[in-house]
């Protein structure tokens, strides 16, 4: 599998973005203040900044990313919303997503294709959350077969978590929603 590199992400995380990927009426379903939430494959942030300020301060969100320039990205943006104090940077390694626990919603958003080691991802993401735990996983449809989304699906199953496909959560996107067994 191949991350996709830093540089790339510019051509999708820019401000025409919110047109097609509105982060808040995505995520108001699953976190609500106080919740700890992850943002898995951060990348610059996009997502993690409305996380934060969905959680509120008395929520915690880790930004999870392989690569510290992505990080770096997405802590300027966080600080720059002024919610940095609620988000914990994390720098994942190859195997390990270094995601603390418990937490109760973690987004994946275009990136679980990039995993090599998609069983332990999702083992990961098992110890990581209790029974009642949601998990958004989206992958995107020009890069992605549907064939390919759906045997994530099957896999997130075999490793504690039940869910469906949706339609329409996320544009552009196959989208499937789990729950932590």
Known sequence: MRTCPWWFTWTFDNPLRRLVHDPHKMLEPYVVPGSRVADIG????????AMA???GPAGLVQAVDLQPQ???AAEKRCRRAGVADRVRFVEAAPGSLRLTGPVDFVLA????HEVGDQAGFFEQLRAATEPGARVLVAEPMFHVALETAEGELDLARRHGFDGAMRDGAARFSWTFDLERM
Do not use: E, I, K, N
Request: hydrophobic content about 60%; some cysteine; overall charge positive.
């Open 42 to 49: 951060c990348g610059m942030g996009f997502f993690t900044v």
């Open 53 to 55: 300020q969905l959680a």
């Open 70 to 72: 992505q990080l770096r």
């Open 109 to 112: 958003f275009w990136m679980v």
